[in-house]
Nanobody, 123 residues
Framework: QVQLVESGGGFVQPGGSLRLSCAAS????????MSWYRRAPAERRELVAT????????TYDRSVKGRFTFSRDNAQRTAHLHMNFLQPSDTAVYYC????????????????WGQGTQVTVSA
């Protein structure tokens, strides 16, 4: 059974940083691209970033490009989202999910969403 557990969220002031982690189990982690999504209050869930299965290619939503860095450690079965220069508009619950193929253009696999990790950016 696929399991994805997000952690690392918290409360931070504007301009601050956080490092989110995603621990994966139940599938061959190195075979799938991985993505981070977020859902702000009263908003739809949106795609933030995707990393290819080998970690060599990453794509970011333009709202976070240059501020966020997505990395993965296939040996540890973990994925990390390093978030810098956080803004109040980054406030959301963040979720990781696997894609149904190895490249960044794969569709999201139809796994259940985890609980996510809350990020709050406020003065």
């Amino acid at each position: 059974q696929v399991q994805l557990v997000e952690s690392g969220g918290g409360f931070v002031q504007p301009g601050g940083s956080l490092r989110l982690s995603c621990a994966a189990s139940g599938f061959s982690f190195g075979d799938n691209a991985m993505s981070w999504y977020r859902r702000a209050p009263a908003e739809r869930r949106e795609l933030v970033a995707t990393v290819s299965a080998d970690g060599g290619t990453v794509t970011y939503d333009r709202s976070v490009k240059g501020r966020f860095t997505f990395s993965r450690d296939n040996a540890q079965r973990t994925a990390h989202l390093h978030m810098n220069f956080l803004q109040p508009s980054d406030t959301a619950v963040y979720y990781c999910n696997r894609m149904d193929g190895p490249d960044i253009w794969s569709d999201r696999a139809k796994d259940n969403w985890g609980q996510g990790t809350q990020v709050t950016v406020s003065a």
